[in-house]
């Protein structure tokens, strides 16, 4: 069996231990000769370094791992590269939370005016990293999940047309893991999925096992009254109150359309007004990821380095990342797995923009994704995505030309900003903040 190298991109990551932890765990399926960690920042990264090559050396000695802040040497002979970039970080995630809501926003990582600026500092460092990856190792293939994932899948597919990226997330599997609890099934890979939107913006469809039998009325009835809350620990990385508001909240969105089930991230454009009700302005999501995620794994970490050793330490396998080794199985050994992916439409879902980046179910093997046939969708989901697509398209035509008035319509358009005047108060001050990481704008 060939052994793999992989390239872990952002290696300073809160969930490149996990990843790692998980990586190690399934090498009978798929082999690593080499890991390598690549981030900007030095001494962030060299903490989880310190820490991997422990747990690496416990586990896997053969495992020949190193980590460096030059791109050549770090996307040198690699076969993957795993992306999981924050440009800015946690700093900059805070006041993309905060800036919005000041001005009685939604304030968010992704969804709105947080994720569009975000967006605006992503583009950069994913296209860097796509160009280092090019240069050094043409035949490799990047999986990226550093969001917002639908603005970075428009910037490659208009920016990098013909480049091997594959753009996708994890909230899907979070929800169908969900799902499976639910319904009493061992996997989640028991159920064969139809779902189709953008990302952070999409609605199942149509759920079955194997044996073809509808799993959608049992599901239904559950999200009716509970969301996708459950009441047992399966999943280690949505677990603060927040989230579970999340969960439980997919109830009233569920609520709008009952033929779907929906993808949590829809109640930041479907109850805007009640997601900036119950925020905090002073303390947002960055900051419970800076004081719990942050601190927890740095923290152990550290321990770790120290005492040459992971004995007692509290870092978990990322179960819920097992699709990244899925998917990088697809690709090298054609296994033609059934996986939502961030794509082109080109024509899958019927009656959307073929050009839009599309989050839907395809075959992937080693020449890449293979979408499956949506057919035609709805009035409501049509109406929302196209308003949603163009705020992706435009933020990414305003970065391409630098363009001031095109960002203002990205955030007017966006359904959870009330009207041009407060996006414009909002962008003002999304600029000042985002000086040294966006191009200037005229
Ligand atoms: P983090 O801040 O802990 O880690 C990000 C790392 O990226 C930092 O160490 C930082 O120094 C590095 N970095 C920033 N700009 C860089 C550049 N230009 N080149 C190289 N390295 C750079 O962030 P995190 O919370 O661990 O999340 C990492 C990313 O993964 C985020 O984009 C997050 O949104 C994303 N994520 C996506 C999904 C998904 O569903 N797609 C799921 C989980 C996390
Ligand atoms: C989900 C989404 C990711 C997002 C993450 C945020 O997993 O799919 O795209 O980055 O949640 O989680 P956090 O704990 O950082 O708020
Ligand atoms: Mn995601």
């Known amino acids: 069996m060939k052994k793999y190298s992989v390239l872990v991109a952002g290696g ?6 996990g990843i790692v932890l998980m990586l190690l765990d399934n090498l009978d399926k798929f082999p690593i000769k080499e890991l390598k960690f690549y981030d900007n920042d030095a001494a962030r990264q060299e903490t989880i370094g310190k820490a991997c090559a422990v747990l690496i050396k416990e586990r896997a000695p053969e495992v020949e791992f190193s980590y460096t802040t030059d791109p050549r040497e770090a996307f040198s002979g690699v076969d ?6 924050r440009v800015g970080k946690y700093p900059m995630r805070e006041l993309d939370e905060k800036i919005p809501l000041k001005h009685g926003v939604v304030g968010q990582e992704t969804c709105g005016p947080g994720g569009i600026a975000y967006g605006m500092r992503s583009i950069g460092g994913v296209l860097e990293l796509v160009d280092y990856m090019e240069k050094y190792s043409p035949n490799a293939w990047m999986l990226n999940y550093s969001n917002p994932a639908a603005i970075v899948a428009e910037a490659t597919r208009r920016l990098r047309p013909n480049s091997k990226i594959l753009n996708i997330c ?60 459950v009441h047992k620990d399966i999943d280690s990385q949505h677990v603060e109150p927040s989230w579970n508001d999340t969960f439980a909240k997919a109830k009233d969105v569920y609520a709008l359309d009952t033929n779907t089930l929906p993808n949590t991230y829809l109640k930041y454009y479907l109850f805007p007004d009640y997601v900036v009700e119950h925020s905090n302005k002073e303390y947002t999501r960055a900051n419970e990821v800076m004081d719990g995620r942050e601190k927890h794994v740095f923290g152990e970490c550290r321990k770790i380095a120290d005492k040459g050793s992971s004995a007692g330490a509290s870092l978990h396998i990322d ?3 097992s699709y990244i080794v899925d998917l990088a199985r ?29 989050e839907i179910p395809c075959l992937v093997g080693s020449t890449g994704p293979e979408p499956v046939q949506i057919g035609s969708i709805p009035q409501f989901q049509l109406g929302m995505m196209n308003q949603q697509v163009a705020v992706e398209k435009l933020v990414v035509e305003a970065w391409v030309e ?19 005047t407060v996006a414009k108060a909002i962008l003002d001050d ?12 005229h």
Do not use: C
């Not at 992916?341 to 980046?357: K, L, R, Y």
């Open 12 to 17: 300073g990551s809160t969930f490149t231990p």
């Open 80 to 85: 993957f590269v795993m992306a999981h970039i």
């Open 170 to 229: 994890d909230m899907p599997v979070g929800i169908e893991v969900r799902m499976a609890e639910i319904l009493g099934l061992e996997s989640r890979k028991e159920m064969i999925v139809k779902y189709y939107g953008l990302n952070h913006f999409g609605w199942y469809s149509d759920i079955r096992d194997k044996a073809g039998n509808d799993l959608m009325p049992k599901l239904k009835e559950h999200v009716a009254k509970h969301g996708y809350v």
């Open 319 to 321: 179960e819920h990342a």
């Open 330 to 358: 697809a690709i090298a050994y054609n296994t033609k797995e059934r996986m939502l992916m961030i794509v082109p439409n080109q024509g899958s879902i019927s009656n959307f923009d073929p050009t839009a980046m599309v």
């Open 402 to 420: 630098k363009s001031y008035t095109k960002l203002w319509q990205a955030i007017t358009l966006s359904k959870t900003v009330p009207s041009a």
């Open 430 to 441: 999304l600029i000042a903040a985002n000086k040294d990481y966006w191009p200037e704008l």
